[in-house]
């Protein structure tokens, strides 16, 4: 299938290309840097930003499904590039009236997942990441309040171990739901899974390897 992936580059994004290469889609990746990828006849690559109209549009023309891993490196400064994406990714959809399944990635932490933390993430959070994390929030209230369908996956905190293809799913937050440490590629799996069978159309998904 086609599939489109957006912040492609790195970190998750770039892992879901490669599971996806795997799982003999057909991609198309749209990041502002150049994918460290050997070619590959079913990668297709749009060098441009997530937050530029036109880019945006040609990156989903002929998508069956979209998965977004935007990010923000290693950078913990206020952001407004998620929010600033999904409103622009909300114009788009409402013009073209795509009725294509959206994985968006966001994180354990944003919205109402912030008060499920343990109490050593949540200091870390206030201390380090609070304003990406507002601003993720803000993506997710702004997607689930559009007319698109939409999956929002909440991982735990992200490490650069192996695919295992074993992780839990939560859909629902409880005391002591403890969302630990999770594989990117781990994660990457899923969101190609989801894009290909999206079991999990209007629900939070929180992914832990624990």
């Known amino acids: 299938m086609n599939i489109t992936i957006i912040g ?3 970190g998750v994004g770039l892992e879901a290309v490669k599971r ?3 799982r003999n889609h057909k991609i198309t990746a749209l990041s502002r840097s150049d ?3 050997p070619g590959n006849t079913n990668l297709l ?3 441009g930003s997530a937050t530029n109209k ?8 002929q998508a069956e499904a979209v998965i977004v891993a935007l990010g923000t490196g290693k950078s913990m400064k206020p952001t407004t ?7 622009l990714l909300t114009e788009v959809q409402g013009e073209a009236n795509w009725q294509i399944p959206f994985i968006i990635l966001t994180g354990f932490g944003a919205g109402e997942s912030a008060a499920y933390n343990s109490w050593l993430m949540k200091l870390f959070f206030k201390l380090l990441l609070k304003d990406v994390y507002a601003d993720k929030t803000k993506m997710e209230e702004i997607i689930t309040g559009s007319k698109m369908k939409w999956e929002i996956v909440r991982p735990g905190l992200l490490k650069d171990k192996p695919l295992t293809e074993e992780y839990r799913i939560e859909t629902k937050l409880y005391a002591g739901i403890n969302i630990g440490n999770i594989n990117r590629a781990d994660v990457a799996d899923f969101l190609v899974k989801q894009a290909e069978n999206p079991t999990y159309l209007y629900n939070y998904c929180s992914l832990s390897n624990k």
Request: proline share 0%.
């Open 35 to 37: 994918i460290s990828l």
């Open 20 to 22: 996806a290469l795997k």
């Open 8 to 10: 492609a580059s790195a």
């Open 45 to 47: 690559t749009i060098k």
């Open 81 to 87: 590039l998620y929010s600033d994406f999904a409103k």
């Open 54 to 61: 036109n880019d945006l549009k040609k990156s989903i023309e």
